[in-house]
């Protein structure tokens, strides 16, 4: 993978990506050129500098969370099929829509693959749990200076025991779902809908 | 004395109720008054001229006849003018006539009538009001224009009944030149002016649009049914005049719309769409009307082509006309309020007055003068509320409010007194069904069509529910009656029939639809604002996930309106804002500020109100001991009244905390509510009528560039010195020489009692301001005199330090301020998180440090920073065209921590420093600030002198203290995602 540094985007590569994400042509070529205008090293990889760059990333509380969303395990670089592949998370959940993609596997813009791609960014130690203290980071992220550790922490307590149906006081996969799942609705909306009409 | 006085007085009271007040405004015509003179002092006055007949007056037996002749209605300026006392030479007399002898009282009724009437009647209205609202069950059922058409039906049907007398009415010309304006006034100027731009195209839409349909759908299908014979014979119209009827009919009503949603409580989205619609439509209908009404008085026959297209020319000119009008009276007003800084008392006069003018200007030059007025309001709001002073502020804010508000009073009032007046009424069941039906119909069908084109445009589509509600919601009110009864009976042959039918109109959507709204958008579940609190996760996850779409759409470089966006607030940074806004007011940032300073205030005073119980949020479910010992120390509310300021108060708590209630949910959502970054689209997401909601974007945006800036410059640093290898975070560096190698390497591998990186962790690497540009921010800040109290959220934390300092050191009793905006927040970071989680965290690991290290360590840092050059980062730069000026990191803060022992005989403490660096030139409230902070710095600078003379017992406490403080520094200020990773680790 790491070998296509090459700037033009082949048909079958299109086609790859076309399956495994759903997006359309004209969506590949425009998020393409995206890929490229970011990739100022122009290796046909991004780093982490090049997301960095993004002038409203750095204006995002969790900004830096969602670029390491972009990096697979490990590594440093991703190409533009990694980008797609996070991307694509973002694509409208297409209930109705019948399901073009031969995949058999849950498309990437699934439900639950949705929540998973949240859960990640809360889960840093990928242990299928959130724990009091990852909790307390996404907050002291999300939350101006204004509030006070206490209260913070009081507030993650709370947030788990909120959800915590098992008692073991951390927040697992399920339990994720069942209480963001609500909150989803403007994920199926929002940058969704754009890439959707990136038509452009 | 006279003898008709004490009859005066009883017919007086009843008359009241039902004078049409209009007529007695003081600013209305003077020629009215004198029509007034006469005993039974009920107004005479119908506008609508056909009504004003002598003989109503008969019932009162007194005068009768000797109503005011018309040439009674010579303009009369003085009552003392002979022409009028000639002209009622009824038993009332006053100065006018030859007094016979010296009368010890006179009985002036006449002189202050019009007034005095008008005073009365607004006090009937806001009485009425007082009523409804006695009991809560009524008005949650009932919105409160319902009841008072009701009452206005009720009063008029009396009126009636008692003297046969049908001729009150809301007159036009009085309810476009006063009652419309204060409400369109309002809604203008508290218009969410992001929200409404982010949504114009919307609205834009279903104003243009949406109206064009209804109403040349409604006027042809009307005239169809005419044409089928399902009418009456007697409705004389045409194609026109029904043409004419549906522009009038088919306009949503600004006034009635708000009058309900507000009740109702919708998603912002969905109110701002409706709202933003029935003001925008107002040129539209404008135009339909004037249009029309000039076919039917040309005669249909005569109409040519031209005259349509005039017709659309018309259209462009009066929409843009009124709103270019808008616009350069906003710049008016707000160049005005640049420079009433030593005539304060009239800034908020200025206000009214020009947006009033540009509204009347617009009247006059017939454009669309709600357009007008919308826009003025909404554009000048920026920087007239950056220019005048809080004060002003204030004033303007409740005037507007309360004028609003009596303007709706009397507006719903009076059409249900209309109402009543059935000799303009004539009634046919075919047209007013055929309307209802064709109303309502044409609605949806308008809505369902253009949703569904605009929802493929619209990020956030617009789903049947809200398309439900948005048809729905569709109410017709004053301003078509208003237009109805300004028809010409003698052009428009079946203004009769209109005018039955409008009102019922009218009456069936306020009424009928009104009522019925809230159930509905109960049962269908439509997202409500403020409604339903969702539970901590939802708030959370919510708050989250936007984050990421941001993000997201971000990198996928999704540019449209926010690129626009960006460049139109480029423009206005550089150029607009610094022509319109003081000095001052441009470098604070004041928006931001002030809301953030009036939430502040009033959240001290119901604070104030509830005893301090709300503090409990610090203490909430939280075994930090600390804390609570602290807390229970300090008598807040002694402190917050003694002091005024230095309490810690959550901006949203505590309006909504009500005694009963799960307190402590409430609170937390607040805090959460409160505090959360709001993503970039959703800031001043909220509306209310009643709240300015707040710009805090650009604080957010400081924070958290100086916290991700930090994270990626520890990630940076960790890799860089290998002190440990966080698995995903490990950073590209390439731009290592932009960013300032600070030798901060405080990542602790996991929470065990750190070596002497812990206090590495928490040397507060801040990024702060510029300081030169601090220094702008706040040197020649020429702060109004009135905002000398600051209550600064967290503050809290600080008396609660303060108790606890004092008990330690017996230093200062004196209460300090805290930093009085979100920026100077900032710039004190490091002492704003130094103190403010002291007792967060004096745990048993914190007491460990060793002292000795610190301070090494602390030398190390320092020098390490001093051989760096002023830094930006290469992002930083990047960012400067967006608010954030120039980001370099700044150490202070934790130097107040370790600055004590004796070790270190050069070493400079460093916010001492720029602070007296800064107060040279600070305003008044820097001043203040700088005092409040000075008990501080004292009682960090006091041991310094002599440590040593101090016996070591003495000594310790106090450095626990410290190192406490300086490791929580790590979880207030830097925030950084490692540490908390570490103990993961655990």
């Known amino acids: 993978m790491g070998s296509r540094a090459s700037t033009l985007l082949r048909d079958e590569e299109i086609e790859e990506i076309k399956k495994e994400t759903g997006f359309s042509h004209s969506q590949i070529t425009r998020l393409y050129s995206r890929f490229t205008s970011l990739d100022k090293g122009e290796n046909g990889t991004l780093c982490r500098e090049d997301f960095q760059r993004i002038p409203e990333l750095a204006i995002n509380p969790l900004g830096d969370r969602i670029i390491n969303a972009f990096f697979p395990e490990g590594e440093d670089q991703v190409n533009f099929r990694g980008f797609m592949r996070t991307l694509a998370h973002f694509r409208p959940i297409d209930d109705h829509e019948k399901n073009k993609d031969p995949n058999v596997s849950e498309p990437l813009n699934s439900r639950n693959n949705k929540l998973l791609f949240a859960f ?43 959800a915590d149906q098992d008692g073991d006081s951390f927040i697992s996969f399920t339990e994720f779902i069942k209480t963001a799942n609500t909150s989803l609705e403007p994920w199926a909306r929002l940058p969704g809908t754009t890439l959707h009409h990136c038509h452009c | 004395m006279h003898s008709p006085v004490l009859f005066q007085i009883l017919v007086f009271i009843t008359s009241t109720f039902f004078a049409p007040w209009t007529a007695h405004f003081p600013g209305s015509d003077a020629s009215v008054i004198s029509e007034i003179l006469e005993p039974v002092g009920i107004a005479v006055e119908s506008l609508p001229p056909q009504s004003s007949a002598p003989p109503l007056h008969q019932p009162y037996g007194i005068d009768t006849g000797k109503i005011a002749s018309p040439a009674a209605r010579v303009p009369v300026n003085d009552i003392a003018d002979p022409i009028v006392s000639s002209t009622s030479p009824a038993g009332n007399r006053h100065r006018g006539t030859e007094p016979v002898s010296f009368e010890i009282v006179q009985w002036n009724w006449e002189h202050a009538q019009g007034p005095f009437l008008v005073a009365v009647w607004i006090t009937v209205a806001s009485l009425a009001k007082i009523l409804f609202h006695l009991s809560s069950k009524v008005t949650t059922v009932v919105p409160e224009s319902c009841l008072l058409i009701l009452l206005g039906l009720g009063l008029g049907g009396i009126v009636l009944a008692a003297t046969n007398r049908t001729d009150y009415q809301l007159d036009p010309k009085m309810f476009f030149l006063f009652l419309l304006p204060p409400i369109v006034l309002d809604s203008g100027y508290f218009m969410p002016s992001r929200l409404f731009f982010d949504n114009i195209g919307t609205i834009l839409m279903y104003a243009v649009v949406g109206t064009l349909w209804n109403s040349s759908a409604t006027g042809l299908a009307l005239w169809g049914i005419k044409q089928a014979g399902l009418m009456d014979k007697k409705v004389d119209a045409g194609l026109m005049d029904f043409l004419l009827f549906g522009s009038l009919i088919s306009a949503v009503d600004p006034v009635a719309v708000l ?53 659309v020319a018309s259209f462009f000119v009066v929409s843009l006309g009124g709103t270019v009008v808008g616009l350069v009276f906003a710049f008016i007003l707000a160049l005005t309020t640049r420079f009433t800084k030593r005539a304060r008392i009239i800034e908020p006069l200025f206000v009214f007055l020009l947006v009033y003018l540009s509204y009347l200007t617009a009247e006059i030059a017939s454009l669309s003068s709600i357009l007008a007025m919308t826009f003025c309001g909404m554009c000048c709001k920026k920087y007239v509320e950056a220019n005048i002073s809080h004060k002003s502020r204030t004033t303007v804010k409740y005037t507007m409010k309360t004028m609003a508000s009596i303007a709706e009073t009397i507006i719903f009032m009076f059409l249900g007194i209309s109402a009543v007046d059935t000799s303009k009424w004539t009634w046919d069941s075919g047209l007013v069904l055929f309307t209802l039906v064709f109303v309502f119909v044409f609605r949806a069908v308008g809505v369902i069509l253009q949703t569904w084109v605009l929802n493929r445009f619209r990020l956030c589509p617009l789903d049947w529910i809200d398309q439900v509600v948005m048809s729905y919601g569709g109410l017709r009110g004053a301003v078509a009656f208003a237009l109805v009864i300004l028809l010409d009976k003698s052009k428009v042959k079946a203004k009769d029939y209109f005018v039955a039918t409008t009102i019922t109109v009218v009456f069936f959507t306020v009424m009928f639809q009104g009522l019925t709204i809230k159930p509905l958008v109960k049962w269908l579940k439509v997202k409500r604002s403020n409604q339903h609190k969702p539970t901590l996760n939802e708030e959370l996850h919510e708050r989250a996930f936007d984050h990421i779409l941001a993000a997201v759409e971000d990198i996928a470089g999704h540019h449209g309106y926010h690129h626009w966006r960006d460049k139109w607030e480029h423009f206005d940074k550089k150029y607009l804002s610094q022509l319109l806004m003081r000095k001052s007011a441009y470098r604070i940032k004041d928006e931001i500020w002030d809301v953030y300073q009036k939430l502040n205030i009033r959240d001290a005073m119901s604070f104030i109100d509830q005893g301090g119980h709300i503090l409990s949020s610090a203490k909430l479910s939280l075994p930090s001991l600390p804390s609570r010992m602290s807390f229970s120390e300090t008598s807040v509310t002694n402190l917050l009244w003694e002091n005024g300021s230095g309490v810690c108060l959550d901006l949203q708590v505590i309006d909504t905390v009500r005694s009963g209630k799960d307190k402590e949910d409430t609170v937390m959502h607040h805090v959460l509510a409160g505090n959360l970054y709001k993503p970039r689209k959703r800031y001043q997401a909220n509306y209310s009528r009643h709240f300015i909601s707040a710009d805090e974007q650009e604080w957010q945006d400081r924070e958290v560039i100086q916290r991700n800036m930090r994270c990626r410059l520890e990630s940076f640093r960790s890799t860089k010195h290998s002190v440990y290898q966080n698995k995903g975070k490990s950073r590209h560096k390439k731009s290592q020489k932009k960013h300032r190698s600070n030798d901060v390497n405080g990542d602790v591998p996991n929470g065990k009692p750190k070596r002497n990186i812990s206090w590495q962790d928490t040397v507060p690497v801040v990024m702060t301001m510029d300081s030169e540009e601090e220094e702008e921010d706040n040197s020649g800040a020429e702060k109004e005199e009135d905002e000398g109290i600051t209550f600064v959220a967290r503050a809290a934390d600080e008396v609660l330090l303060e108790g606890k300092q004092s008990s330690i050191l017996d230093v200062y009793q004196s209460p300090f301020l805290l930093p009085p905006s979100p920026t100077c927040t900032e710039k004190e970071l490091p002492w704003k998180g130094d103190q403010g989680d002291l007792p967060a965290c004096v745990s048993s690991e914190t007491t460990k440090i060793v002292p000795i290290d610190l301070q090494q360590a602390w030398n190390q840092s320092i020098s390490s920073l001093e051989s760096l050059p002023p830094p930006t980062t290469s992002e930083v730069q990047q960012l400067q065209h967006r608010t954030v000026p120039l980001v370099m990191l700044e150490e202070r803060g934790a130097p107040a921590a370790l600055a004590r022992p004796p070790l270190d005989p050069c070493f400079q403490f460093p916010e001492h420093a720029t602070a007296a660096g800064r107060s040279s030139e600070e305003d008044s409230t820097e001043c203040i600030q700088q005092q409040e902070l000075r008990p501080l710095m004292s009682s960090d600078k006091q041991p310094r002198p002599g440590p040593s003379a101090e016996s070591a017992g003495a000594r310790w406490p106090v450095q626990f203290n410290r190192a406490a403080r300086v490791s929580l520094l790590q979880n207030v200020v830097t925030a950084s995602p490692y540490k908390g990773s570490g103990q993961t680790d655990l």
């Open chain 1, 120 to 162: 990640r960014l809360y889960d840093l130690d990928k242990d299928d749990k959130i724990s009091r203290d990852e909790l307390l980071q996404v907050l002291r992220m999300m939350v101006g200076v204004n509030i006070s550790d206490d209260q913070l922490g009081s507030i993650a307590d709370r947030t788990i025991q909120e």
């Open chain 2, 259 to 311: 009058a309900v949603f507000e009740e109702v409580h919708v998603n912002e989205t969905l109110f701002i769409i409706v709202f933003g619609e029935s003001l925008l439509n107002d040129a539209v209908t404008v135009v339909l009307y004037k249009v029309f009404n000039t076919f039917v008085e040309m005669g249909s026959d005569k109409v040519r082509a031209v005259d349509y297209v005039k017709g």
